[in-house]
């Protein structure tokens, strides 16, 4: 039985904690080390238990206390939720729980979306679980009411990213079958509302076209851990690059392909963590 201890004030020197279902929150672990670069990362890939889109909210805040648990065993000064289901349905409980600050990638998104849209159109895609919560309808209508906003579940694209499928045909195909319909209702801006659909970012320009703006989560969710470390005074100092850790729940993913091939970490050990059997403590 492993007892979290969550009490620890945060330091500058201290990693900062991301977590997702799988390789996809990676992206925002690539976005972070370009805008800051001297900090550590210790990334969280829960690969025993993906996808999260599609299972209950319970299930979802179940799983991600656990994991954000294990970030604050590991240190992490700051908790960047890289994952859109579980920024969705989780966050407000992990906030409550942890002492640590905790950020999602919801509220960014919603910001650039509403900053980018000319004609107040904004589609949304994400997992089930996302799409169902509304959550980035509320934001954007938190900033401003009058944007319409069409939401598109795509429950098949994390699997084929998983799989490394960013280019095949049976990839394309799916694209269009989950565009399509938003492009015919005139949208000019489209939030990528999963940290895996970055890695598509290319096969979906190719499908939405040149008109439609693409808001990239994981970019936007960087934007906003480099400001929350800035306002609480927890930027790393030190005169280094930073490292960067990583470990998953199921180390038999195929990992290392994905990880190189599209995001450039060179990841070279993989460590392995257990979440079964957790227990919160000094919360």
């Known amino acids: 039985m492993t007892t979290l201890e969550t009490s620890n004030p945060s330091r500058p020197d201290q990693p900062i904690g991301v977590f997702d279902s799988g390789i996809g929150g990676l992206t925002v672990v690539r976005a972070i080390k370009d805008a800051l670069p001297k900090e550590d990362i210790f990334y969280l890939g829960d690969t025993a238990r993906l996808p999260y889109g599609n299972k209950d909210r319970t299930t979802i805040e179940r799983y991600s206390l656990e994991i954000a648990g294990l970030l604050t065993v590991e240190g992490a000064k700051v908790i ?18 942890f002492r640590v600050p905790i950020i999602g990638v919801i509220e960014s ?49 994390v699997p084929l990213i998983e799989e490394g499928m960013f280019d095949h045909s049976v990839t394309i195909e799916m694209l ?40 990239d989560s994981a970019e936007n969710c960087a ?61």
């Open 109 to 157: 998104g919603a910001r650039a979306a509403v900053a980018s849209t000319r004609e107040k159109r904004v589609g949304i895609i994400g997992t089930r679980a996302t799409v169902a919560s509304r959550a980035y309808e509320r934001a954007i209508h938190a900033i401003d009411p009058t944007v319409a906003v069409l939401s598109q579940p795509c429950p098949l694209l």
């Open 223 to 283: 934007t906003s851990v480099q400001k929350l470390l800035s306002e609480s005074e927890l930027e790393n100092q030190a005169e280094r690059p930073g490292n960067l850790q990583v470990a998953l729940t199921d180390s038999s993913n195929p990992f290392f392909k994905t990880a190189d091939r599209a995001l450039e970490l060179n990841i070279n050990r993989v460590q392995t963590r257990i979440v079964q059997g957790v227990t919160l403590a000094a919360l």
């Open 176 to 215: 269009h079958h989950y565009l399509d319909p938003l492009i015919a209702e005139g949208i000019d801006t489209l939030v990528l509302g999963c940290t895996h659909y970055p890695l598509l970012k290319k096969a979906i320009a190719g499908v939405a076209g040149d008109e439609i703006v693409l808001v």
């Open 80 to 97: 960047v939720v890289a994952c859109n289901t579980a920024s969705a349905l989780a966050l407000p409980r992990l906030q409550e729980v």
